[in-house]
Each structure stands twice: as C-alpha cells, then as structure tokens.
C-alpha cells in the first residue's frame, strides 16, 4: 500500500465522548432530542474524553495512522459563545499533534495560547508569529500562503522531535499566556501519529 495513504478513523463528540448535558456543561440540542426520544441517551458515550489515549494508543496499534476529532462545543463554551472554558481547551489541545496557523494576526497570542499546552505549531511566516513561534523549538514556518507550502513545512514538522516542557517554558515567557482563546482556534489531529511526539507531564 501507498505509505501516503491515510487509513484512519472519524469520531463525533456526540458518539465518542458525550458530556455535553452533564454537570454544568451547557446543554446542546441533542439534549433537546434525547428528551424528545429522537436519539438514544447518549451519557459519557465511549468516554472519550477520559480514555483518549488510550484509543490513541489502540488506533496506532491497528495500524491507522489518521484520525479525525470532533469538538464538542458545549465543553469549550460552557457559558456562552466567545468565552472559553480554558481547561476544555486544555484538554483538547493535548490530544493534537500541532496547530496549523495560517493566520496573521498582529501579536501572535494564538501560537503562544496552543503553546502553553506544550504543543508546537505550524504557522504562516508573518505578523505577530515571527516574534512568538522559535522555529524548530515551539513551531515550523511556512512562507508562502498555498497548499504546496504548507506541506513542505508539515513535511518539515514530521521529521522533527518536539519536547513539550520547552514549548511550555517559552510560552511562559511571555507571561500570563494561558488558554483563554480569544479567537475560534482548533488543533489539526487529522495526521495524529504518536511515535513522534514526546510528550513529558
């Protein structure tokens, strides 16, 4: 078989990991539709969001080497649309490889908010990332805004080993970054391949 061919799983939040009408997590509609007896009580689901690396770890064991995550919203905005529950996306952000950036936003904080979580980051050369992205320490460029670039430079991140404590420390450098997320920002799982990122608790 082609070693470029991507075989690998998708997962909804609402299959995979529920939670989205427990606690204090904003209800969505599928709690409206569970209530209605459209959809079976969903619960925890499979628990994803407990177990995630441990299916990780099953999905590399079965020989996937994609994997497609989906967010459950009503975690990362509890409250409201635009207020980010910062431990929600903590918790996402460690199941990602890497964020793609391809933005330019002025002061670069959403390299640094993806950092914090001791994960590098893909970014476009410009703006306010130059002076927030360390390349080969915290991230990669990719200096042309088009597809063929940005391969080159995820081409460029898979050769290389990333320690997450000296992601996390640079972050903290710039001091009081955490992940508020001032933006809508998700991380690229789609090429989640565990043999290559160290990750130190």
Known sequence: MNNEFLWGVATSAYQSEGGYNLGAVRRTNWADAEERGDVAVCGDAANFWNCYEADFTRCAELGLNAFRLGLEWSRLWPEEPGRFDSEAVAHYAARC??????????????????????????????????????????????????????????????????????????ALRFGGVGLSFSRTRTCDAARYRPRRVHVDH
């Open 97 to 170: 490889r890497a964020l793609i950036f391809p933005g330019e936003e002025d002061f670069g904080m959403t390299p640094l908010e993806i950092n914090a979580a001791g994960r590098p980051v893909i970014a476009f050369r410009g703006g306010g990332a130059l002076e927030t992205v360390m390349e080969s320490v915290t991230g990669v460029f990719f200096n042309e805004p088009n597809a063929d670039s940005l391969v080159q430079a995820i081409e460029n991140f898979e050769t290389r080993e990333w320690n997450s404590t000296a992601i996390r420390a640079h």
